[in-house]
């Protein structure tokens, strides 16, 4: 099927410390969607990239949109303790969505 | 605020026996679907609704079914609950012509 696949899968990092997570499709995407999800908790709509190169930030943030539109990338500056949880990207084609398996970050304090 | 809601966080029953799980939206999104999520196979779509009295099938059907009789309301049927359907549900809604998801809580199913 139309997977998205994303590494890492665990990233532990200490407090203060960047964290790059990275989503990669064999085919050309529509757009790609970024989903958080804390610890016991359920996804939450971060962002939508939809142009080719796109780079959007929000504040600690910064997601972008390959040239190619076949991956993507959400990086987190100067983690915090509040950034704890999975980060999904996800692909969607004719309304229906596929979400990668997840990178989980945990942060040290 | 969107607002999705679901009949149950923890739910425990026992094999053979039916499962309704019931999923509510009240931002009047055309769009409904039901996920199961499962350590190291993240998401996976079972069945998901355009409209009222339509169903499609996901990933992941067999076992489940759907009723979609409202537009508010998406449910999911597990006619024989056995324990590999042990698992978390996650019910989603969107509105037609976007994207964006808007999750429920989540149910916890365990099946003895």
Same mark, same amino acid.
């Given at each position: @099927?139309?997977?998205?696949?994303?590494?890492?899968?665990?990233?532990?990092?200490? =407090?203060?410390?960047?964290? %790059?997570?990275?989503?990669?499709?064999?085919?050309?995407?529509?757009?790609?969607?970024?989903?958080?999800? #804390?610890? @016991? @908790?359920?996804?939450?709509?971060?962002?939508?990239?939809?142009?080719? @190169? =796109?780079? +959007?930030?929000?504040? #600690?943030?910064?997601?972008?949109?390959?040239? &190619?539109?076949?991956?993507?990338?959400?990086?987190?500056? &100067?983690?915090?303790?509040?950034?704890?949880?999975?980060?999904?990207?996800? #692909?969607?084609? &004719?309304? +229906?969505?596929?979400?990668?398996?997840?990178?989980t970050? %945990?942060?040290?304090? | 605020?969107?607002?999705? $809601? /679901?009949?149950?966080?923890?739910?425990?029953?026992? $094999?053979?026996?039916?499962?309704?799980?019931?999923?509510?939206?009240?931002?009047?999104?055309?769009?409904?679907?039901?996920y199961? /999520?499962?350590?190291?196979?993240?998401?996976?779509?079972?069945?998901?609704?355009?409209?009222?009295?339509?169903?499609?099938?996901?990933?992941?059907?067999?076992?489940?079914s759907?009723?979609?009789?409202?537009?508010?309301?998406?449910?999911?049927?597990?006619?024989?609950?056995? $324990?590999?359907? $042990?698992?978390?549900?996650?019910?989603?809604?969107?509105?037609?012509?976007?994207?964006? /998801?808007?999750?429920?809580?989540?149910?916890?199913?365990?099946?003895?």
């Amino acid at each position: @099927g139309q997977q998205v696949m994303q590494i890492p899968q665990y990233q532990h990092v200490q =407090e203060g410390e960047d964290f %790059t997570t990275y989503c990669n499709s064999s085919t050309t995407l529509s757009n790609i969607q970024w989903y958080k999800q #804390r610890p @016991g @908790g359920h996804p939450v709509f971060l962002i939508q990239l939809v142009k080719s @190169g =796109e780079v +959007k930030k929000q504040k #600690r943030l910064t997601f972008q949109f390959g040239e &190619a539109k076949k991956n993507s990338s959400l990086h987190i500056t &100067a983690t915090q303790t509040t950034d704890v949880g999975t980060y999904f990207c996800v #692909r969607t084609n &004719a309304g +229906k969505s596929t979400f990668g398996d997840g990178t989980t970050l %945990t942060v040290k304090p | 605020d969107v607002k999705v $809601t /679901q009949s149950s966080r923890y739910l425990v029953k026992r $094999t053979g026996e039916k499962v309704f799980l019931e999923c509510v939206q009240d931002m009047d999104h055309e769009n409904m679907f039901w996920y199961r /999520q499962d350590p190291g196979l993240g998401l996976r779509l079972i069945y998901f609704s355009y409209d009222v009295k339509m169903k499609e099938k996901g990933d992941i059907p067999e076992g489940y079914s759907v009723s979609r009789e409202k537009k508010e309301r998406f449910s999911l049927i597990l006619e024989s609950a056995s $324990t590999n359907q $042990t698992s978390m549900y996650l019910c989603a809604s969107v509105r037609r012509g976007t994207d964006t /998801q808007y999750f429920g809580p989540g149910t916890r199913l365990t099946v003895l």
